[in-house]
Nanobody, 119 residues
Framework: QVQLVESGGGSVQAGGSLRLSCAAS????????MGWYRQAPGKQRELVAT????????NYADSVKGRFTISRDNAKNTVYLQMNSLKPEDTAVYYC????????????WGLGTQVTVSS
């Protein structure tokens, strides 16, 4: 079973930056994908960015391309999200996501960390 601990959320003015971190721990064999989703009030949860733990394949939401960067430290089972040029519409709860496939598929979510961007 995977446990996720998120950190780095907070409040910032538009144009500012924040860095989110998510560390995975527990009993698991291989993490296939790590990433971030977000959910704003009254909206559905949406993908922000994901990254395969092998190779360098990444996937970003169009709304964050060029502003957010996802990275990982496999040795620490940690994924990061560097968020620059933040906009008020980036305000949401950000959830860490981990996909493990061995011995079976398990999708694990963090508890979420609030990001608030004021204009």
């Amino acid at each position: 079973q995977v446990q996720l601990v998120e950190s780095g959320g907070g409040s910032v003015q538009a144009g500012g930056s924040l860095r989110l971190s998510c560390a995975a721990s527990g009993r698991f064999s291989i993490i296939s994908i790590m990433g971030w989703y977000r959910q704003a009030p009254g909206k559905q949860r949406e993908l922000v960015a994901t990254m395969a733990t092998s190779g360098s394949a990444t996937n970003y939401a169009d709304s964050v391309k060029g502003r957010f960067t996802i990275s990982r430290d496999n040795a620490k089972n940690t994924v990061y999200l560097q968020m620059n040029s933040l906009k008020p519409e980036d305000t949401a709860v950000y959830y860490c996501y981990v996909l493990t496939l061995v011995p079976r598929r398990i999708d694990t979510w963090g508890l979420g960390t609030q990001v608030t961007v004021s204009s």
